[in-house]
């Protein structure tokens, strides 16, 4: 009698497995992001945390590969897309979801951190003790030269919209980063990145859509100050030691996922941080409220930390919560 194909397939999923993890070099640590290019970047923190501790060996399984290269501190990376990952899951790599809050369709609401969010992916993996609430990104010098294209570079970001997860609440309003751009074009050279779909900045050099994840961390790497969003391109920033100004509003606060390096401008209504994604009964008025020349002082502000080291904030995990600080 043959043997059913589900059983066949339970009985070889052990040998598949360990075929699998042998093929890694049997590392201790498997991981992989929530999804977002933002969230992968962010597990660095957690490979710098393990690696410090000579934790083992770590696999990180991600699509975007080209964040982690050069990055001595993770062993082996696999690239996936998601049927592939869960086929790995079910064939024995027990890869560990380095996640941090559930989003709520019914109520376009994230659930609300109550620590840092790096504190708390490093609580996810384990981690005890200090640690350094920063990502990394690791560039090679020819790719610092090739992100040089000015001795006074800006770099800016005018929308997120054209990310995997777009959200509406974090977006300011085009005519406002245009009047910033305007200003700031008379003594800088502005570049913007981000998406082609992004609302275009006059008197800027245009990159939208057109650098890697790799050429973008070397734009920021070698600008004065970034000007943007919430987002992946923030902790691109904070990657590669830019100082920042991040447009919050008040979808979320900046304790929560932001770096004290960075000018965090938030706007603080009674309703926020509401941790909603696109649905508003207030007409935004949280972003409404950061006017352009609030942006440009605290432009000019960053400008003037410029060749400072970026201040790091650090946190010390324990076995229990701690309540969070907003410091």
Not at 43 to 49: G, K, L, S, V
Not at 170 to 187: H, I
Not at 235 to 243: G, I, M, N, Q
Not at 245 to 259: A, E, F, K, N, T
């Amino acid at each position: 009698m043959p043997i059913p194909k589900e059983a066949l397939i339970k009985a070889i999923l052990p040998a598949v497995g360990f075929l699998n993890r042998f093929r890694l070099g049997f590392p201790q640590y498997y991981f992989h992001g929530a999804g977002g290019i933002g969230d992968d970047l962010m597990a660095t923190t957690i490979f710098r945390e393990l690696r410090r501790r000579d934790s083992g060996r770590i696999a990180f399984a991600t699509q975007h590969p080209g964040l982690f290269e050069q990055n001595p501190d993770v062993d082996r990376i696999i690239w996936h897309q998601h049927p592939r990952l869960r086929r790995w899951l079910r064939e024995g790599l027990p890869l560990q979801r380095l996640g941090y809050a559930h989003y709520d369709q019914v109520t376009d609401r994230d659930e609300p951190l109550d620590e840092h969010v790096l504190k708390k992916l490093c609580r996810h993996a384990g981690i005890e003790g200090p640690i350094e609430l920063r990502p990394y990104v690791y560039l090679t010098p020819a790719e610092m030269a090739g992100g040089r294209l000015a001795d006074n570079q800006i770099t800016i970001q005018s929308s997120a919209r054209g990310a995997a997860f777009a959200i509406q609440n974090k977006e300011w309003f085009p005519e406002r980063f245009q009047e910033v751009c305007t200003e700031l074009g008379n003594s800088h050279t502005l570049v913007q990145i981000g998406s082609q779909s992004d609302p275009p900045m006059a008197g800027a050099l245009d990159c939208r859509g057109k650098t890697s994840l790799r050429e973008s961390a070397a734009l920021l790497a070698n600008s004065q100050v970034f000007l943007g969003l919430e987002g992946f391109l923030m902790h691109l920033a904070r990657s590669v030691d830019c100082r920042s100004v991040i447009i919050y509003g008040g979808r979320l606060s900046p304790w929560q996922i932001g770096y004290s390096a960075n000018a965090n401008l938030v706007g603080a209504t009674p309703c926020s941080p509401c941790w909603l994604r696109n649905h508003c009964d207030y007409g935004h008025e949280c972003m409404n409220m950061i006017s352009t020349s609030i942006v440009l002082a605290a432009v000019r502000q960053q400008l003037e930390r410029h060749g400072q080291p970026l201040e790091i904030e650090s946190a010390t995990l324990g076995r229990k919560s701690e309540p969070h600080s907003e410091a």
